[in-house]
C-alpha cells in the first residue's frame, strides 16, 4: 500500500513580511508606501509601494522616483525572525507541530490536524484568524507536497490530493526561484538557462527525463526538477518529542537474569505503548539504555520500518538484555564489553516517533506481513533481528542496490535496522556501465588470459585485446576460449597506471566469466551461469 497516500501540507504565509516586520517597529501599519532594501536595491514592499510601480530588484532613487512619499528601512532578519515569534505562537496555539521556512513563512502537517477540526477548510479558517489575532494577514495554502503547498498559500488555494503535478504543470518556471527558503543561491541562473532552452513551465521541465537532467545541469536541478514533477519529498518536520513519552524503570533487585529481562521488557513495553497510544504515535526508532548498580551505561537504537507493536518493542528489549548480559554484544560498543555489574536501572527513549495511520502493512506474500523496502519477511525480520542482539549491530548486513559502473559497485551492504542509504545514487548517469545481464556469482580472483602462443593479452590505449584471446587461466587450471566480446574500457581512473577494461569470455564448458583488466593484470569480477 502505499504510504505517501493521505500526505497533506498546508503553508502559512504572511505577504510582504519583511515590510511588516519594518513597519511595526516604528508604529505605522503596512497600508503605507513601504520599502525594505539590501545593498541598495528593493527585496520587499508593501502593497501600496507596488499600486505605483515598486518591485523587488529596483534600485532606491528608481522607487523613490515612482513613489516619492516611499518610506524605506534597512533589511534586518534579525528583526523579520523576532517579530515573527508571535505569529509562530498563535499557529502553534492551533497546530502543535510547525516548522518555520523563514519569517514570514512556516508550514505544518494539516492531515491529522485536518481530521481534528473536521476538514482542511475549517483548519485554515482557524490558522487565519489566530494568526489575525495577532495582527498580521495570512494566506494559507493546501497541498500533498511542500513545494506545491507553499506556492499555493499566495494565492490561498487548497490543491486537491492527488493533483500537484496538474497544478504546477502550467505554472512558470520563474516559480522555482519565488520562494527563497527552498531555493538554491544558483537556481535563477538555472530558470534562465531554461528559459533559453524554451522551457517555459514546470510541466515541461517535469517532461525531461531525470537522467538527461542530472547528465546535463547542476545538481540543484535534479532538486528542482523533483519540485517541479511533484515528487514525495520531505514532510514539516515534527516537534520534539515530549519526554513524558519516554519510560524509565528502577530495577529492585537489579536484574542479571534472563528470565528476569524478559518479565521486565514485558511490562516496560505495555507501559510504553500505553503512553504512545495516549498521544496517538506510534515509534520507529527506539534507544535502549540500561545502567548497572556501578554507574556504566549501555545504549542500544532499535530502527524498524514498521511501527514497533508492544511484542515486537518487547522482543527487542529482552533481546538486548540478553544480549548485554550474555557479554558478547557490548564488546562492538566502543569497547565497553559486558555490564561490570546487575542492571540497575533501564530507560525507553523514543527517538522517532509517527502518525500511525501513515505506515501500514503491505498485503502482498504468502507469508503477511511483508517488510517494506527491504524483502525481508516479518519472520525472517525478527530472526535476524535477534542475531543483532546477540551479536552487535554491525554484525547483520543487508544488501542494497548501489550505484557503479561494475556489478560490484551496485551492491552495498547497510546495516540491520540503519537507514538505507546506498554509497552512490543508482539512479545517476553511469557512462561505461556493464550492460545487463549482470553475471550470477561475483568474484575477485586473479587469472590469466593468453593467446594461442602462450603469451600474455593485454588491453591497448585504443580499447583493443593486443591479440586474440585463446585460453583463461585461473589458478594453474586452464580453460579453453570459445568466444569473447569486448573488451570495454570504463572510467578515467586508470591513468597513468594504463587503460582499464572489461571483457567477457565463454569457456569450454559453456560457462562465461566476466573479466575485468586494471593495472596491467586480469581479474575474474563475475561468473555467468
Request: charged share 25%.
Amino acid at each position: 500500500m502505499d504510504t505517501q497516500s493521505g500526505r497533506r501540507v498546508m503553508a502559512v504565509w504572511c505577504p510582504d513580511w519583511p515590510a511588516v516586520a519594518a513597519a511595526s517597529t516604528v508604529g505605522i501599519t503596512v497600508a503605507e508606501p513601504i520599502a525594505v532594501l539590501h545593498a541598495g536595491k528593493v527585496v520587499a514592499c508593501s502593497r501600496a509601494a507596488r499600486t505605483v510601480g515598486v518591485r523587488r530588484g529596483m534600485r532606491k532613487r528608481q522607487a523613490q522616483s515612482l513613489c516619492p512619499d516611499l518610506m524605506v528601512f534597512d533589511a534586518d532578519p534579525t528583526r523579520d525572525g523576532r517579530l515573527f515569534e508571535p505569529v509562530v505562537a498563535a499557529v502553534t496555539e492551533v497546530v502543535p507541530l510547525t516548522e518555520v521556512l523563514r519569517p514570514g513563512l512556516l508550514v505544518v502537517t494539516a492531515d491529522r490536524a485536518a481530521r481534528y477540526f473536521g476538514g482542511e477548510a475549517v483548519l485554515a479558517e482557524r490558522i487565519v484568524d489566530a494568526v489575525a489575532a495577532a495582527g498580521v494577514a495570512a494566506r494559507v495554502g493546501v497541498a500533498d507536497e511542500l513545494f506545491t503547498a507553499v506556492l499555493s498559500a499566495r494565492s490561498g488555494q487548497s490543491v486537491p490530493p492527488g493533483t500537484d503535478a496538474a497544478y504546477l504543470a502550467t505554472r512558470p518556471i520563474s516559480d522555482l526561484t519565488v520562494e527563497v527558503a527552498l531555493s538554491d543561491p544558483t537556481r535563477p541562473d538555472l530558470v534562465d538557462l531554461l528559459w533559453r532552452l524554451g522551457i517555459r513551465t514546470l510541466g515541461a521541465f517535469a517532461e525531461l527525463p531525470v537522467a538527461d537532467v542530472a547528465s546535463r545541469f547542476s545538481a540543484d536541478a535534479v532538486v528542482a526538477h523533483r519540485l517541479a514533477s511533484a515528487s514525495p519529498g520531505r514532510r514539516p518536520s515534527r516537534a520534539p518529542i515530549p519526554a513524558v513519552l519516554e519510560v524509565e524503570y528502577t530495577c529492585d533487585p537489579p536484574v542479571d537474569r534472563i528470565d528476569s529481562a524478559a518479565f521486565l521488557g514485558r511490562r516496560l513495553a505495555e507501559e510504553l505503548h500505553h503512553r504512545l497510544s495516549a498521544a496517538s504515535l506510534a515509534c520507529t526508532r527506539l534507544t535502549v539504555h540500561a545502567i548497572t548498580e556501578r554507574g556504566q551505561r549501555h545504549s542500544r537504537t532499535w530502527w524498524c520500518a514498521q511501527p514497533l507493536t508492544p511484542d515486537a518493542t518487547a522482543d527487542r528489549i529482552r533481546w538486548q538484555l540478553e544480549g548485554w548480559l550474555v557479554g558478547t554484544a557490548g564488546r562492538d560498543a566502543g569497547g565497553a564489553g559486558a555490564p561490570d555489574s546487575p542492571i540497575a536501572r533501564l530507560h525507553l527513549e523514543p527517538v522517532e516517533v509517527v502518525d500511525p495511520g501513515s505506515l501500514q502493512h503491505a498485503f502482498v506474500g504468502a507469508g503477511l506481513p511483508a517488510a517494506i523496502g527491504d524483502g525481508l519477511t516479518d519472520r525472517a525480520r525478527r530472526a535476524l533481528v535477534r542475531v543483532q542482539g546477540l551479536l552487535g549491530g554491525e554484525s547483520v548486513r543487508v544488501p542494497i542496490r548501489s550505484g557503479g559502473r561494475g556489478p560490484a559497485e551496485q551492491v552495498a551492504l547497510v546495516t540491520l535496522g540503519d537507514e538505507q542509504v546506498p554509497p552512490r545514487d543508482p539512479n545517476a548517469a553511469w557512462p561505461d556501465r556493464l550492460a545487463r545481464p549482470s553475471p550470477a556469482l561475483l568474484s575477485h580472483t586473479d587469472a590469466e588470459l593468453l593467446d594461442a602462443e602462450g603469451d600474455q593479452v593485454a588491453v591497448t590505449p585504443r580499447g583493443g585485446f593486443t591479440t586474440e584471446p585463446a585460453e583463461v587461466r585461473v589458478g594453474r587450471r586452464p580453460y579453453t576460449v570459445c568466444w569473447w566480446a569486448g573488451p570495454w574500457p570504463f572510467g578515467t581512473d586508470a591513468e597513468p597506471t594504463g587503460v582499464s577494461a572489461r571483457a567477457q569470455v565463454l569457456l569450454e564448458d559453456s560457462r562465461a566469466l566476466l573479466l575485468c583488466y586494471r593495472e596491467r593484470a586480469w581479474t575474474v569480477e563475475g561468473v555467468y551461469e
